[in-house]
């Protein structure tokens, strides 16, 4: 093995291939006639060289071709010319190597939209765990007389639970059955009549919308705002019934149906096939106006919208469901907000009833990411910041949420955070951040519950048309983001030589069509996942 070693070692620092031969040969006769060993056959130990040479340089050209192709398919997107304007960036990093597989402009800081959501989920599991439930707690006070009536109030105290009576977990709150059991419930402490109200206390939150959300999404279903108690999704539906074109259009009715808002209507029909209208009005205003365009000649065309005051509408269904057991409020519901602001709430001793849980931390933080849930994600942010400093302000959630990124050595510089969702345009993050949080919740305990969380190409979620028929589909997991000039996908993609790789990419500015732009960020993904080095 020792004269093998030489000979090869000898051989590759030659490079004319005569003077090789050669010298090899003269050699190889030298070490037979000098040792007592048995004979070495010069032409073989030549051949097994030449060949052992040829397929190392061969294995370093592949690889140089494979991880060139990617590289080639990032530089073709970034040196497109109707991309010019455009701000990308792009890391793609090994978590098994622990190496940089590539990147472009990766610390570089954009508008991430709602792949945002990755840190929000994480932060959540991560802080609370994955079996971690919220609790809404029905309670009273006062006295219950002889004759079964309650002089005090019935209180629905929120915990900040963002599902309660989700269509998304209509199996685990059996239909709204929660608002019988309640119901059933004070029934059962021999309340038979309330001389006082229903009172929403959603005080476990404040009740600021983020500042820097813009005016036109925050009526809209999107746009539902974080409440200390929340229902439904925070939306409801309003149903149109449309005419001709360049008709206006008729309401027929809005599910659930609540009590005290007001709908104004300014919506025109028009010959295209799509919803073109939107609402206007914030939280706690009572009247919602609608603007836009809908398809003519449709019946019951429904658009979604946000409810403008959760804790209020749910003490009223509340009542609605007391009414039909027949035990009657002396006064109309409220909330503990209103109370407040006109100096009329009261501390004093509350007794608990029941209480209803919301499905695990794991099941939120899926739907979170599957279905891309502004309400969730700024109700989680909400949980982290009065985790962390007491407060459940946005901005000092956000700064919480800042936190738990550099207390896990995440680079934040060029970190701007301005909620959970990723609606606001003053977020601004890098694709190596993304990269970052992916990479630490690999090692964390909650990473099964936070990758099954991520949509699957081809599968579910946002990415459910994507990907179809390449190396990507039901292979890559991602969180998507998407608003008006942005577009973003950050998660994990096994490549077809087994590499487990982290990648995130966020497009900026762009001039093309969100179409095209989505076609040519799969293309690159689809080139890393079909990476063989």
């Known amino acids: 093995m020792v004269y093998k070693r030489i000979i090869f070692y000898f051989y590759t620092f030659v490079k004319n291939l005569q003077v090789k031969t050669y010298l090899l040969f003269n050699l190889i006769l030298l ?64 978590l098994k190597s622990k190496e940089v597989i590539a990147e472009h402009n990766a610390d570089v800081s954009l508008i991430p939209a709602s792949s945002q959501k990755i840190i929000v989920t994480a932060a959540a599991l991560e802080y609370f765990g994955a079996n971690y439930r919220f609790k809404t707690t029905i309670e ?52 038979k009549k309330i001389n006082g109200r229903i009172i929403g206390d959603a005080e476990i939150f404040d009740d600021q919308t983020p500042v820097n959300w813009i005016w036109g999404d925050m009526g809209n279903y999107y746009g539902a705002t974080a409440y200390g108690i ?35 209507n300014q919506v025109k029909t028009y010959s295209g096939t799509e919803d073109l ?43 609605a469901q007391l009414d039909s057991i ?27 009833i029941c209480e209803t849980l919301s499905p695990s931390l794991s099941e939120i933080v899926f739907a979170t990411n599957k279905y891309s849930h502004n309400l969730f994600a700024e109700t989680l942010l909400k949980h982290i910041g009065l985790r962390s400093y007491k407060n459940t302000e946005t901005a000092t959630a956000a700064n919480a949420l800042k936190d738990f990124c550099k207390q896990r050595k995440i680079d934040t510089q060029g970190m701007f955070l301005s909620d959970g969702s990723g609606l606001s345009r003053y977020n601004s993050l890098t694709a190596k951040q993304l990269v ?70 966020i497009v900026n500015n762009y001039t093309v069509s969100d179409a095209r732009m989505k076609e040519m960020i799969e293309m690159v993904l689809v080139k890393l996942a079909d990476m063989q080095e």
């Open 277 to 319: 209208c939107y609402f206007t009005g914030g939280p706690f205003e009572n009247e919602r106006t609608v603007l836009g365009y809908l398809p003519k000649d449709k019946k019951n065309f429904s658009v979604r919208a946000s409810i403008p005051d959760p804790p209020l509408f749910l003490a009223y269904l509340l009542k």
């Open 436 to 505: 970052g949080v992916l990479l630490y919740m690999k090692r964390s305990k909650s990473y099964y519950a936070f990758y099954n969380s991520l949509p699957a190409a081809g599968l579910s979620g946002t990415i459910r048309s994507m990907f179809k028929n390449t190396t990507a589909e039901k292979n890559l997991r991602a969180k998507s983001g998407y608003m008006s000039r942005v577009r973003s996908y950050a998660g994990y993609v096994t490549t077809k030589s087994n590499r487990d790789v982290a990648f995130a990419i």
């Open 31 to 94: 070490l037979n006639l000098s040792v007592n060993a048995q004979f070495i056959d010069p032409k073989k130990i030549l051949q097994e060289s030449i060949k052992k040479n040829k397929v190392e340089k061969q294995t370093k050209k592949d690889t140089v071709e494979k991880f060139s192709t990617l590289k080639k398919q990032i530089k073709e997107i970034t040196g497109d010319s109707t991309l010019k304007n455009a701000s990308i960036s792009f890391y793609a990093y090994d």
């Open 140 to 191: 009273h006070d006062g006295s219950i007389d002889a004759s079964g009536t309650l002089n005090g109030n019935i209180y629905i105290k929120g915990g900040g639970d963002p599902a309660l009576g989700s269509p998304i977990f209509k199996n685990h709150y059996k239909e709204n059955a929660f608002l019988k059991t309640w119901a059933d419930s004070i029934a059962k402490k021999g309340i």
């Open 326 to 352: 027949n035990i009657q409020c002396t006064e109309l519901p409220c909330t503990i907000r209103q109370l407040k602001s006109t100096d009329k709430y009261k501390e004093s001793i509350k007794i608990q």
């Open 230 to 264: 929340s229902i439904f999704d925070n939306q409801f539906k309003v149903i149109f019934d449309t005419g001709k074109e360049k008709d206006s259009v008729k309401i027929k009715e809005h599910i659930p149906n609540i009590p005290y808002l007001k709908l104004s």
